[in-house]
């Protein structure tokens, strides 16, 4: 390590990654691949209901997919899965603790994709992998825990070029970092796999995981409290099982004129996914066209969630 000269970007360091026996690549795609590839997996069994960016690590390995649909309570369809098989099951909202904890009982070639669940923890021989960059200011990364056969002889990657769009928004504005935000999303397809950049370790070891996880838990709370009477997931929620959850989902009839409301006063909310399979079954096609993803992350409190508590009751 070079001593004097000029100064880096001071970061606090609060310890390590919140999951220590996990091995730190570069993309959450890449910690599929990774364990596609320590298995010798040779199919999967992947929901229709997910991001299609999880096919790139199954297409670069040639392995066989085919795709199962979910109940309304998020679970699948039975599936028998052979030895060589794998079964991915997506931990959505971060609220599916219960599933994923029932699923590793039913199917012994479970991969859990918990990109979704920061802070939930891998259930033993069980392969996880989770995407941090879904819950912190980071520009890229990816950790799995997962029994390792295989080298790990990867080079590391570099990440000082894919920052902008996070530099943008504190700097200026949002709205003038979001180009850079999807140039930098198009940027992380068909990367190979590489270990974690030093950057992007650094900026994961300052993060107050506690602080973190206290304040979602908040506004998670929060909105529930004051949306559960209009939100159609308000059954599924009161028995939900979560650590700490991504995002809020909110299930409405009104879905589209509430999130133009939204936007309308710079309250930005995702869409998952834009680019969802037509075999949707019924259940599906509500969650993918009518589920509004309300944040809740540590940026924000509850003068933060009353704003948005305020913009969707005055829908009903």
């Known amino acids: 390590m070079a001593i004097g000269g000029y100064f880096e970007l001071e970061l606090k360091k609060f310890g390590d990654t919140f999951h220590p026996n996990a091995i730190l690549l570069n993309t959450g795609r890449n910690c599929l691949e990774f364990i596609l590839f320590q298995n010798n997996y040779k199919k999967i069994y992947l929901p229709y209901y997910m991001c299609k960016v999880l096919l790139q690590p199954i297409e670069r390995l040639g392995i066989a997919h085919e795709f199962y649909h979910l109940d309304e309570d ?43 669940s920061y802070f939930s923890k891998p259930i033993t021989n069980v392969p996880t992998f989770y995407s941090p960059r879904k819950f912190f200011g980071l520009p890229d990364g990816g950790m799995v825990v997962t029994k390792v056969i295989k080298s ?121 996914w834009p680019d969802l399979s037509k075999a949707l079954n019924d259940h599906e096609k509500l969650y993918s066209k009518s589920i509004i993803p309300l944040p809740i992350d540590q940026r924000y409190n509850e003068r933060d969630m009353s704003k948005i508590v305020e913009i969707i009751l005055s829908f009903y």
């Open 74 to 116: 998020f679970y699948p369809e039975k599936i028998i899965v052979q030895d060589q098989e794998a079964l991915l099951y997506i931990n959505y909202f971060g609220i599916m603790d219960a599933n994923v904890q029932k699923l590793s009982l039913e199917y012994k070639n479970l991969i859990v994709d918990n990109s979704q």
């Open 152 to 272: 790990l002889n990867y080079d590391k990657d570099t990440s000082y070029n894919r920052m902008l769009h996070l530099i943008k928004r504190i700097d200026i504005s949002a709205e003038e970092g979001f180009i850079d935000f999807q140039e930098n999303e198009k940027g992380l397809d068909h990367l190979p796999l590489l270990h974690m950049s030093n950057f992007t370790e650094r900026l994961l070891k300052s993060i107050d995981f506690a602080e973190v996880s206290k304040k979602r838990l908040n506004n998670f709370n929060f909105l529930h409290k004051n949306l559960q009477k209009p939100n159609l997931l308000s059954g599924f929620l009161d028995k939900a099982s979560y650590t700490v959850p991504l995002i809020y989902p909110f299930l409405s009839e009104k879905s589209e004129a509430i999130k133009e409301k939204l936007v309308k006063n710079r309250i930005y909310v995702a869409t998952y």
